[in-house]
């Protein structure tokens, strides 16, 4: 029977620890790297709804891209949400495994993953010379306005209540596309060096994006945090199962597709078109 330890070893491969910024927080969060694991879960939040999916479906190990405690914790007690949420996982003997900031600039990893729903093509780093850096740019099949654009990012992207909004001229061509998934509004200037006519991310803040479409010149495109990353969660399971299986380890691996972001309602004016 295979172990976490076997699982972990794959996706340490595939998300080297060493490319995680240094505030992140990777990696075994709980479990027995010498417990037996057959049933592997990918989600992107480690979250209540999460948790109760991968119990039900008789997981052993849930991996998420985002952490836990992104912040640090000096308890788990189950006083807390998340520590009850550890409490849950350890009692149902399921391990938690975070694969974060490594995992966006993983080749491939989650802006690659984002990149292909869009459609893009010619996929390269958005930075040229680094083998693992944060962002892509890619080409359209055919150059459309940014008004278009917009509207099948939406469509490409798994829905959520805060849809996709854009900065820029509607009628502006777009023929080549810059990529963050997550938030990547500082990725503005990059985007505008490699020759793109849009920065792609999402948690873009006001003041950043009024001065980034003042001083580069690219459009930008506002889409939910999680909408940009799970993309790569399908992904990221069909790869570990394609990695055990080469060493003769056999897993099953199930992606999630439970909408975990935030933002539950959004609004218009009446007066809004």
Known sequence: MPRVADVVAALERRYDPAWAQEWDSIGLICGDPDSSVSHVHVAVDPVEVVVDEAIALGAQLLVTHHPLFLGGTESVAATTPKGRLVHRLVTAGVGLYVAH?????????????????????GVRPLEPGTAHGLGRVG????????????????AALPSTSWGVRSGGDPARRIATVAVCGGSGGEL????????????????????????ALADYGVALVDAAHWATEQPWVARAAALLVEDLSAEGITVEAT???????????HAHSSEES
């Open 101 to 121: 900031t490594n995992a966006d600039v993983a080749d491939p990893g989650v802006n690659d993953a984002l990149a292909k729903t869009l459609g893009l093509s």
């Open 139 to 154: 080409d359209l099949a055919e150059p459309i306005s940014l008004r278009e654009f917009v509207a099948a990012a939406a």
């Open 188 to 211: 503005a200037e990059l985007a505008q060096a490699a020759g793109a006519d849009v920065l792609l991310t999402s948690d873009l803040k006001h003041h950043r994006a009024a001065e």
């Open 255 to 265: 992606s999630s597709s439970i909408v975990t972001d935030p933002w539950t309602l």
